[in-house]
């Protein structure tokens, strides 16, 4: 009788098969152990122009989110930086530093919370700061401007809605947090020069809060500058360097104020729709729908033929009108949903729209309305556009 050891059967028969794998590895590849090791490196990303767009994904409300850094010149991604929920991001020093407040929880979606303000490098996208701030920054739709840069890139601002209405003042030249500053009832953050800020009240003025390094603050109300029932858009256009806010209501109508350090300079209302054009149904829509090249004064309205109250819902034209007097320059459709644009400031401006569905960047003449390019790819709901204002 014939005792078959069978551990002792399978360890020859492995030893025979990695022998002859082996050798056929020698055969096929002689020069195996000549191949030097690749290193990994990580590249540094060109240094920002006016072109640079950052495409934020807060992901319908999920707990974490990504910022994509994009090459608008060729349409490349440079890089992603993670954040928290709902984050706000901010570009500084001519597109040198991006700021991201975030919102984390220990448990991921539950437990103990933690907002802090990151700063990244925007070649290296190495984390340069990281500042603690109080648990109460405003959690709602990624509204751009609930979060600001000051002007002179000193301060980082933030509004809390609850327990109390309060912006908060962060030191970006001490990295720490100062004070909250209470505020009225008002929303958005608008920098302007000389350590000031204003906020957009119920009954439709303009709130200026001038503040010191230790967050003492003086306030005072503008006039009412739009009737009750003219309803504005949650994502007004507004520069950090012209200080110019550009902010349409429902139907098409654009009110428009200076921001400086004396107060509110407003402007005429301006209407982008012909009588013809509203009775046909065009209307704004989309989430940042409204953007404007500054040096041209060309102002850019994300819009389509829709019902009332849709304005938050993708739009598939843009129409170009003189920021200042409203006149027609030229009406492009885009041949996509699209929900939100921005124009680089240069003398070649490119118009980069988003479509969340799609999840991609495209790129467009801004003067022809003629597609360049596209970025896809771009995570789960990508919506948020963010470009350097005061590149050189």
Not at 84 to 112: C, E, Q, S
Not at 148 to 163: A, E, I, R, V
């Amino acid at each position: 009788m014939t005792i078959f050891n069978l551990k002792s059967k399978l360890k020859q028969q492995g030893l025979v098969g990695g022998i002859a794998a082996a050798a056929l590895m020698t055969a096929a590849y002689p020069a195996l152990a000549d191949i030097a090791i690749e290193e990994m490196t990580l590249e540094v990303a060109p240094k920002s122009d006016s072109k640079r767009v950052y495409v934020t994904d807060p992901g319908h409300f999920q707990m974490t989110s990504q910022v994509f850094t994009i090459d608008g010149n060729n349409n490349k991604i440079l890089g992603m930086s993670d954040a928290g929920k709902l984050p706000h991001v901010l570009i500084g020093d001519k597109g040198n530093f991006m700021a991201i407040a975030n919102t984390w929880y220990d448990r991921i979606a539950r437990g103990n919370r933690d907002d802090y303000i990151e700063v990244f490098d925007t070649q290296t996208h190495k984390v340069t700061a990281d500042i603690d701030i109080p648990e109460g920054r405003f959690l709602t739709a990624v509204f751009t401007h609930m979060a600001t840069l000051s002007t002179d890139d000193k301060h980082m601002m933030f509004q809390q809605f609850s327990p109390v209405p309060a912006v908060g003042l962060v030191d970006l030249e001490e990295n720490k947090f100062v004070k909250m500053m209470d505020t009225p009832d008002c929303y958005h953050l608008f920098p302007a020069p000389e350590q000031n800020v204003y906020m957009h009240c119920r009954d439709g003025s303009m709130l200026k809060i001038n503040y010191d390094d230790e967050g003492n603050s003086t306030q005072t109300h503008s006039k009412v500058f739009h009737p009750e029932d003219s309803y504005m858009v949650n994502e007004p256009y507004y520069s950090d360097v012209t200080n110019r806010l550009v902010w349409p209501d429902y139907e098409g109508r654009i009110y428009q104020a200076k921001l400086t350090a004396d107060g509110a300079e407003f402007m005429e209302p301006i209407d982008v729709f012909t009588e013809e054009e509203k009775a046909e149904k065009w209307r704004p829509g989309g989430w940042q729908l409204v953007t404007v090249h500054n040096d041209s004064n060309e102002l850019y309205l994300l819009a389509d033929q829709r019902g009332k109250w849709t304005h938050k819902t993708p739009s598939r034209y843009v129409f170009v009108v003189d920021a200042n007097t409203g006149k027609r320059l030229r009406k492009f459709e885009l041949k996509h949903e699209i929900d939100s644009i921005a124009v680089s400031q240069d003398d070649k401006p490119y118009l980069f729209a988003a479509s969340a569905n799609e999840q991609t960047l495209y790129t467009f003449d801004a003067k022809t309305g003629k597609k360049i390019g596209e970025t896809t790819g771009l995570g789960r709901y990508p919506h948020i556009l963010t470009l350097p204002q005061d590149s050189e």
